[in-house]
């Protein structure tokens, strides 16, 4: 029988039961010199403009990625949502990968929010490709939708954490502004991409129009995301943040968390993906899983246990059975996301889990 979620999130912690928590990067606890900045934070009026901690926030962020500016936002989803709208108008198509963050996860809000409608393309380990995409640009009709926005993920989540590589993105950029067309980058996992790449995030990143990342994932921030791109894209971009709801006053208790975040974290990630290489060659060793170790190349696992004769939902129940926590993609693949969370030792535990689970 499934636990509830009392006996779940009693699970989750660890003064009651040891537990390998695999379900995401999202669930990474801030780290001592988090809360220490936190508790000491600098703070003002943010929708005011008044919060330092919030201002040296988005200054590092701007620096870090060489843009004119960057906005703090309490979300990925509300970052992505946010670009939606100042790139587009309604009416207007935006093109994306068909398993793309914003198309799967986002409450179907380019159409609440910003009165467009996705037009999908299937890509090989999510990777879109300018040869992909301009198959789905309509030609000119006063007929049909015009595409307003183009949108990459990088790293791709349901992909299994695959890294775009810089030349395909930049030809996909290049080739859409020369249509006069604006490129969204969903970077939610970019610090491991450009971990994975060997290459400053900066450089990663430079010709996409805008950029969102997320503080709360590999970063290991409590709360908090961010937007970046030209001072005028931000500015048309704050005052979207209020309609939604994301002024948050004084959010200098989260951004000074998400300072060190910024600045600090993402040396570590590699740890993470070598964690996650080390799952994937394992698992590969347990009968009946299927999976391609070779294409794990950040800290998402994605593997099949149809052969198992249980769907993903029955692999999971039994993991979290025995304290194990992993997260379906569909009724036959399952996910794990390594993080700094997780240690080798509790890697090799999950596998133990996971082998006797197939076993048996």
Not at 281 to 309: H, M, Q
Not at 320 to 328: D, F, H, L, Q, W
Request: glycine share 6%; net charge negative.
């Amino acid at each position: 029988m499934t636990k509830s979620s009392s006996q779940l999130l009693e699970a989750q912690d660890p003064t009651t039961r040891s537990v390998i928590d695999l379900r995401s990067d999202t669930v990474t606890r801030p780290t001592t010199a988090m809360r220490k900045a936190m508790a000491e934070a600098e703070v003002g009026d943010d929708v005011y403009g008044e919060d330092p901690t919030v201002n040296r926030l988005e200054a590092a962020a701007a620096r870090i990625f060489q843009r004119e500016a960057a906005l703090f936002v309490p979300t990925g989803t509300m970052g992505n949502q946010i670009a939606i709208k100042v790139h587009t108008r309604p009416g207007q198509e935006i093109i994306c990968e068909e398993r793309a963050h914003i198309i799967d996860w986002e409450m179907g809000m380019p159409a609440l929010f910003s009165g467009c409608i996705l037009r999908t393309l299937r890509a090989e380990d999510g990777i879109s490709t300018w040869s992909e995409i301009k198959r789905k640009i309509p030609s000119y009709s006063y007929a049909r939708a015009q595409t307003g926005l183009i949108e990459l993920e990088n790293t791709h989540n349901m992909a299994g954490g695959t890294v775009s590589p810089v030349e395909i993105m930049e030809e996909v950029c290049d080739a859409a502004h020369e249509r006069g067309i604006p490129v969204h980058l969903d970077g939610a996992r970019v610090f491991n991409a450009a971990v994975a790449l060997k290459l400053p995030v900066a450089e990663v990143t430079h010709k996409f129009d805008s950029v969102m990342f997320c503080l709360s994932k590999g970063l290991g921030a409590p709360v908090g995301s961010m937007l970046v791109g030209s001072r005028s894209f931000v500015d048309q971009a704050r005052s979207v943040r209020k309609a939604l709801g994301g002024g948050m006053r004084q959010a200098g208790v989260l951004a000074a968390a998400g300072l060190i975040a910024v600045e600090e974290m993402p040396r570590r990630l590699q740890v993470d993906h070598d964690n996650a290489k080390f799952l994937a060659s394992r698992l590969a060793e347990i009968p009946k899983l299927r999976i391609t170790p070779e294409k794990v190349k950040t800290n998402i696992v994605i593997f099949d246990v149809s052969e198992t004769g249980m769907t993903s939902e029955e692999m999971l129940r039994r993991l979290r059975e025995k304290n194990v926590i992993a997260s379906a993609v569909s009724d036959s693949i399952v996910r794990l996301v390594t993080h700094m969370d997780v240690s080798r030792t509790d890697c090799e535990q999950a596998l133990e889990i996971i082998g006797k689970v197939c076993a048996a």
